[in-house]
């Protein structure tokens, strides 16, 4: 497969079992590239800058428990 469209017709014919353990895969596959971009913005300081305003936020008493 070599296009975006061969992938979609390919996902789109897949009987009902096969296309849930794709979801499951793909939703794995997705957190992960997402949880390595995140490491590399933090690791680069992309993220200082949010991460210190977050902090100003808390100890100002403007944030609340989850």
Avoid: C
């Avoid at 499951?24 to 992960?32: I, T, V």
């Avoid at 971009?37 to 989850?66: F, K, M």
């Amino acid at each position: 497969m070599s296009s975006v469209r061969e992938i979609e017709r390919a996902v789109s014919e897949l009987p009902s079992e096969e296309l849930r353990r794709f979801r499951e895969w793909f939703a794995a596959f997705d957190e992960d590239l997402w949880d390595r971009q995140i490491e590399r913005d933090l690791s680069s300081g992309r993220l200082d800058a949010l991460v210190e305003e977050a902090r100003t936020e808390h100890r100002s008493g403007r944030t609340r428990p989850l």
